[in-house]
């Protein structure tokens, strides 16, 4: 019994093996497949057939002769299944829709007020739907839903234990939502970083932090070219790094935590002591910025130092080789980019610095959709 177990384990990995030769190397012949993973040809036209019965890979066309016989060549199939990836922000989704080739097909953003975890579940089921009808698919062929989360979650059981900008604490969403596909739940930050490593500014690089910038600050960790979890699913949290002891207080309960100077509303509340005018809104602030009123740049640049002291702690710490800034101040990339850099040059070693690339994130708020859906995708290969 054990060995027939082991046996349909070793030949599933197996498939497997050809499935993601195909995605990474594709257009691949099988002699390529055969020769890249070290088998016969026989297994790999066996699993090529299977996974072309399945709808999951397709021919396309013949290899360009060199001498020898032209081959067919193999590719993922882009309508095989589609996932969807949400990124639950706290006043707004935003959504993408991936085809199994990994290409973002759909995806929108709609704002929204929740005051509680039902009426979100709603809005979430509603985005789900028109996701599903602006892709134009059929709605069986959506497979996976990952939703980034604005707090700390344990991907696991898919609990958000806790969100405090969402004032929730132990949600089950597997529960609450009641999906008829899989579902998988990240950190924001997390899912972003992923997002920038596959589809931004992070594609050649091993070693990225992101850093999210909003009501908090957050960051997401990839090193070696994978995820950093942590021990408990809590690494990243460099928002609550003491910058002074004495500093005001922060939700968290400390003083003086880095987004207590450096976020969204650290930026409103600098304004407003400085011209002693309540914004309504950040959007508000940055918008009072790109129209060149002083105020507003002299507090945006406040922010950008601020930002670049802890950047530069965490630079120090893990030696990344690029650092994307993402949120709403991506905005005005351009216009506090030698801020940051300046700061971040003088805090950090020289030859750390040396290696080091910093961006404001391009992809506009895609990045955590993105990374979210890309788990998503990977988890249906
Ligand atoms: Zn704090």
Same mark, same amino acid.
């Given at each position: 019994m054990r060995k027939a177990i082991n046996q349909e384990r070793m030949r599933s990995i197996n498939k497997r093996q050809v499935f993601s030769?195909?995605?990474n190397h594709g257009p691949v012949s099988?002699?390529?497949? *055969?020769?890249?993973l070290g088998t016969s040809l026989t297994t790999v036209s066996t699993f090529i057939n299977e996974l072309i019965e399945e709808h999951k890979l397709t021919p396309s066309g013949t290899s360009k002769s060199t001498g020898g016989r032209k081959s067919e060549i193999f590719t993922l199939n882009p309508d095989a299944l589609y996932c969807l990836g949400i990124d639950l922000q706290v006043d707004r989704l935003v959504s993408v829709v991936l085809n199994?080739?990994?290409e973002p097909v759909a995806g929108d953003s709609v704002?929204?007020?929740a005051p509680d975890e039902w009426e979100v579940a709603a809005a979430i089921r509603a985005t789900i739907r028109d996701a599903v009808a602006q892709a134009g698919i059929d709605p069986a062929k959506l497979a996976h839903i990952g939703i980034g989360i604005p707090g700390i979650v344990d991907p696991d059981s898919c609990i958000v234990e806790f969100a405090p900008n969402l004032e929730w604490r132990n949600v089950n969403l597997r529960q609450l939502l009641a999906l008829d596909q899989p579902l998988l739940i990240e950190n924001e930050a997390n899912? *972003?970083?992923l997002g920038e490593k596959v589809y931004g500014a992070g594609r050649l690089s091993a070693n990225l932090c992101f850093i999210s910038v909003g009501i908090g600050i957050g960051a997401g960790l990839i090193l070696n070219n994978g995820l950093y979890r942590g021990a408990s699913h809590h690494a990243g949290e460099f928002g609550h790094m003491t910058l002074d002891p004495d500093g005001p207080a922060c939700r968290c309960g400390n003083h003086g935590c880095w987004?207590?100077?450096a976020s969204n509303e650290a930026a409103l509340k600098q304004y407003w002591h400085r011209t002693g005018r309540k914004l309504a809104s950040y959007d508000h602030l940055l918008?009072?910025?790109a129209a060149a009123d002083p105020d507003a740049g002299a507090v945006l640049e406040e922010i950008a130092t601020y930002l670049g002291i802890g950047i530069a702690g965490i630079v120090n710490g893990i030696n990344p080789e690029l650092v994307v800034v993402g949120g709403k101040i991506a905005t005005c990339g351009e216009m506090l980019r030698n801020r940051l850099l300046k700061e971040i040059k003088e805090r950090t070693l020289e030859r750390t610095f040396r290696g080091l690339t910093v961006e404001f994130s391009s992809l506009g708020d895609r990045a955590t959709a993105l990374g979210v859906a890309e788990m998503a995708l990977d988890r249906m290969v």
């Open positions: 030769c195909v995605k099988k002699k390529e497949i *055969a020769e890249l199994f080739n990994g704002p929204f007020q899912a *972003a970083a987004e207590v100077f918008a009072l910025a």
